[in-house]
């Protein structure tokens, strides 16, 4: 899993304009929209080439001889599994991970609290993702990973990253993850590792129930976007 901290005065918009981190990952090109663009197209590809034989093959087996439909519907279910085990990694970026720290966690939640607007905050407070509007998209920043909801609302691209100082309370995580997403989106993007992209409904049906307003909110302002 990919990791970031915050470089020197990051708290100042214009403290940093790159992260540290991008030395780390020199064979990375720089994330742009354009390149968003050539992963969703590039997943949406190896989705098909993964499972299009398998249903492909189905199809003939039942064509040929009726009687092998039961090693048919097999093959059925490897087409409809492959990209339901990618979608399922996407969505663990976001789900909450390492210590609770329910003693502290109230007063990280307060110090997050100061970083969003009002709607941003109540719905970090429901959802425990923080929404954040940048150049490439919607984003959705959780505790080790963010979701970035694409112009449009159609493909949303998974990351996993997290904070380097990984016992910290909940919030806290969210708020050093955020503070580096708002000094360098794009150096945010190429640091952390792309874990999934595909349509939203394939991450919402798997999320937790309190998270998906956050996707709800995310689509809504990625489709005003155009």
């Not at 991008?22 to 990375?28: C, D, I, K, T």
């Not at 993964?50 to 093959?57: E, G, I, K, M």
């Not at 969003?116 to 923080?130: D, S, V």
């Not at 920043?141 to 963010?146: C, K, N, R, T």
Request: glycine share 8%; proline share 8%.
């Amino acid at each position: 899993m990919a990791t970031v901290r915050l470089p020197p005065g990051a708290a100042a918009a214009s403290a940093a304009p790159a992260l540290p981190e991008l030395a780390s990952v020199p064979w990375r090109s720089r994330v742009s929209a354009h390149s968003l663009r050539r992963w969703g197209q590039a997943w949406t590809l190896w989705t098909v080439a993964s499972t299009l034989p398998f249903a492909a093959a189905g199809a003939l087996l039942v064509a040929l001889e009726p009687l092998s439909a039961p090693v048919a519907v097999a093959c059925l279910v490897h087409a409809w599994i492959i990209p339901e085990l990618y979608a399922f990694r996407g969505t663990n970026v976001v789900r909450p991970k390492g210590p609770r720290h329910e003693r502290t966690e109230p007063v990280a939640q307060g110090l997050l609290g100061d970083l969003l607007g009002h709607e941003a905050r109540e719905l970090q407070r429901g959802t425990g993702l923080a929404i954040e509007r940048g150049e490439l998209g919607v984003w959705l920043v959780a505790e080790a990973g963010a979701l970035l909801v694409a112009p449009g609302g159609r493909r949303v691209h998974c990351y996993c990253v997290r904070a380097t100082e990984v016992r910290l309370p909940p919030s806290d995580r969210v708020a050093h993850l955020l503070l580096a997403l708002r000094t360098d989106e794009g150096g945010f993007a190429t640091v952390a590792n792309h874990a999934f992209a595909g349509a939203p409904w394939r991450i919402r049906r798997r999320m937790p129930k309190e998270m998906r307003p956050a996707l709800t909110a995310a689509r809504a302002a990625a489709r005003a976007r155009g």
